[in-house]
């Protein structure tokens, strides 16, 4: 199949990887893939690295006509069968243009982020019309997806994100010597969480629960946080940083900074955290499950299709630091219970969330 994949995201983050995963994954299968996304976007520079044609096409709003215009001649140019995005807004380019260039391909959008705004207005309506079917990346999605958008419920299906389950393989890496490049103590309980540094993903809550669990416990705690602060919300950064000093609690508290070898560093921890106040999904968390590690996280929304309570790992109510605390606790004194956890999340992504599952529930909408 000819298949044009669109992300005109400026950002760096779970959704854009996802664009790009899918992109690949599909060219393995044999499909003729391009990325359809902003130039000089980071989305564009990473699918080019890694061999992913891209057209870097889309514009910002005020070149809105421009951007069909163009969009509309590639459409007539390449006869594709599957044009699939993973923003709503890409719509506004790619329905006129599809219709400009009077394409019957099938439209796919994959929604990964909630909405709390109704969009049933006639223009919303005429842009969703085009749409084969829409892809919720969790039920907390789909939900969300059927109270905003004139979609009908029939044409919303859950397709959860996937991962590379030999990239993310935990038999690949000697802990150790990992936790030594890291400078990480060997006796250390090491409790980690990967994301943006940026309000809601519970960074706060992260570190006051660290604070007592070093008040309260005798084990030697380390807590890493893997990540950076998004474009723009580098004051953020800063202030979380402030308040691992204001806990005295920098000499157990290490920022990695953005790290690529997220595999490498996640078969140094012992535990994973995942307090975010209110996520679509998750794909942190199941990185960390792939890597065989007991998980603790907010349980609400999209995480409450990962984490099974008392089997993968510990749900505990979002924005609650001490709740938290009692569960890394928890963890951290049972290590049969770690053991059990992390190899039981290991094969829920095997079965539920790897990318060659994403990429079979993909072509089986393309194709049908």
Known sequence: MKILQSCGSRSWGGLEMQALLISKELRKRGHDVSLLCRPRSTILKEAYAAGVPTIGMIGDDNQAFGTI??????????????????LSHDLWSLVPAMKLASSDAKLFLTKHMASGVKKTDPLHRFLYARLQ????????????????????????????????????????YVKSEVRRELDVGENAVVVGMVGRIT???????????????????EREFLFLVIGTASYGEESFGVKMKALVDELDMSGVVRFTGYRKDIPRVLSALDIFAFPSHEESF???????MAM?????????????DIVVEGETGLLVPPKDHVA??????????DPKACLEFGNAGRGRVEKLFSAKTLINNLENYYLN
């Open 69 to 86: 215009k163009d969009l509309s001649k590639l459409l007539k140019n390449y006869k594709f069968d599957v044009v699939h995005t993973h």
């Open 133 to 172: 079917g829409t892809f919720a990346i969790s039920n907390y999605i789909k939900t969300s997806v059927l109270n905003t958008v004139p979609v009908s419920e029939s044409t919303v299906h859950v397709i959860p994100p996937g991962i590379s389950l030999e990239d993310y393989d935990a038999s690949r």
């Open 199 to 217: 309000p809601g993903k519970g960074h706060e809550e992260f570190f006051r629960a660290g604070r007592m669990l070093i008040e309260s416990s």
């Open 282 to 288: 998750g794909l942190a968390l199941i990185e960390a």
């Open 292 to 304: 065989n590690l007991p998980v603790v996280a907010s349980g609400n929304a999209g995480v409450l």
């Open 324 to 333: 938290l605390a009692d569960g890394m606790l928890k963890l951290a004194s």
